[in-house]
């Protein structure tokens, strides 16, 4: 199971706008919106929000991976966002998130979820892979990274 | 040779019920029991906690939400295999899918494991990290893998009650 069949160009945006938390994970709930991938946007943020109130996804490296299952979604959807400025996400070491994965389910493709959420982790993990993926100025660069480390 | 138990991998995706279905059509064909094995993905939720995606009452909330997936997919075979008035049991683990599901296909001591068919490789990590194909490879009986839906739909649509 691939991270890279799940992310698509057009759900990238290498440049947020946003600089708080939740106005970053509705710009990226907005982008999976326009896509048709999500039937209620708002009730999908609200998820989103409600499982960061349990602790933050900001899981240190300047990474944070919001996500959340809901109806709302439509099978499984990721969407990437970089933040030059940075993005207070209340990270567990304290610094800023410049790297944004907003992912959803669909209660029923639950299975499929994990896993991929398990390959992004792992990925993460791998400091080769994130300084490539750091250096990735564009959303074609950004899937080549993860295809080649996903090989 | 006297066959006597078919034990079938669900996995809990899409094509489960399309396992399932070919697991209860060879059941009746050989007149054996048939046992379905669903496996609660532990690890995985482990690992993400592990890495702090998760925190621990999500993940027990996943587990939980998980657990009645599986229950529900296994009621559900089980009406199918009653239909077809077939000899069948459900099981419902947790732990390592493929470590659970061979660890019961051995307890069991069944003649034929099915299982759905194997994914795309994406790497070659996969041959050794992949659950399907860990079960594959050290299944303890000979394995059946499912392929072609639309002929399994037929073969079971066309098979008597």
Do not use: W
């Not at chain 1, 490296?61 to 993005?87: D, E, L, M």
């Not at chain 2, 075979?77 to 599901?101: Q, W």
């Not at chain 2, 079960?135 to 893998?145: A, G, H, K, N, T």
């Amino acid at each position: 199971m691939r991270f890279s069949d799940y992310l698509t160009k057009e759900s990238c945006v290498m440049d947020l706008k946003a600089v708080t938390k939740e106005d970053a994970i509705r710009e990226l709930a907005d982008v999976l919106a326009q896509q048709g991938r999500v039937s209620d946007e708002g009730d999908f943020i609200k998820h989103v929000m409600e499982r960061e109130k349990l602790g933050s996804t900001g899981i240190g490296n300047h990474v944070a991976i919001p996500h959340c299952p809901t109806r709302s979604v439509k099978g499984v959807v990721v969407a990437f966002g970089r933040s030059k400025q940075g993005v207070d996400f209340q990270s567990v070491d304290g610094h800023e998130v410049n790297h944004l994965f907003l992912m959803g389910t669909n209660p029923e493709d639950l299975n499929v979820y994990l896993k991929l959420l398990a390959t992004l982790s792992k990925l993460l993990n791998d400091r080769m892979f994130r300084r490539e993926f750091g250096d990735a100025a564009t959303p074609d660069e950004l899937i080549a990274v993860f295809k080649k480390h996903e090989k | 040779m006297v066959l006597r138990t078919i034990v079938v991998s669900i996995a809990g995706s899409s094509g489960s019920l399309v396992t399932a279905k070919y697991a209860i059509a060879l059941a009746k064909l050989l007149s054996v029991k048939l046992v379905a094995l669903y496996v609660v993905n532990v690890k995985v939720l482990q690992d993400l906690l592990k890495s702090r995606i998760f925190v621990d009452v999500e993940a027990r909330v996943y587990e939980r939400d998980l657990e009645q997936q599986g229950a529900a997919i296994l009621e559900r075979i089980s009406k199918m295999a009653k239909e077809k008035n077939i000899e069948f049991e459900g099981c419902l683990m947790k732990g390592v899918i493929s470590d659970e599901v061979l660890n019961k296909t051995q307890e069991l001591h069944a003649d034929l494991l099915v299982m759905g068919e194997l994914k795309e490789m994406a790497s070659r990590a996969d041959v050794f990290y992949d659950e399907g194909e860990r079960i594959l490879r050290r299944s303890p009986c000979p394995v059946v893998m499912v392929k072609n839906p639309a002929m399994v739909e037929t073969l079971y649509k066309e098979m008597g009650p």
